[in-house]
C-alpha cells in the first residue's frame, strides 16, 4: 500500500498510543518507518511548513533521547497532528510528491 499523509497522521496516534502504553521499543521502530513516509511524502515548497517539520522532529528526536515517552508521544499526537491536518485535508487519501 502506498504511504500517505493521511496514513502518516493515523499512524503517528498510534505511535502516540504505543509510547504511552510502553510499548517503546516496537513503537521506536515503527516510528523510523513512519518518518521515512513523512519525509519522502511531505510538501517542499512551503519553506515555513518544512521548518516547522524539522522542528517537531528534532523535538521528536530529543525527547527519545532523554527516554521521555510521554513528552514524544505528544508532539506525534498533537504537534505533528497540527501541522499535517491541512495538508491531509487539502490532499485527502492521495500522495504528495515533495515537489508539491
Not at 51 to 62: E, M
Not at 73 to 100: I, K, N, R, W
Request: charged letters at 15%.
Amino acid at each position: 500500500m502506498t504511504p500517505t499523509l493521511h496514513g502518516c497522521q493515523q499512524q503517528a496516534k498510534q505511535l502516540a498510543l504505543q509510547f504511552r502504553l510502553g510499548k517503546n521499543t516496537q513503537a521506536a521502530l515503527e516510528m523510523a518507518t513512519m518518518v521515512n513516509h513523512l519525509l519522502s511524502l511531505f510538501p517542499t515548497s512551503d519553506v515555513q511548513q518544512v521548518q516547522n517539520l524539522q522542528y517537531i522532529l528534532s523535538q521528536c528526536l530529543a525527547c527519545q533521547q532523554r527516554k521521555d515517552w510521554l513528552a514524544l508521544a505528544d508532539y506525534l499526537e498533537y504537534e505533528l497532528q497540527h501541522l499535517l491536518q491541512p495538508l491531509s485535508d487539502h490532499h485527502p487519501g492521495t500522495t504528495m510528491s515533495a515537489s508539491e
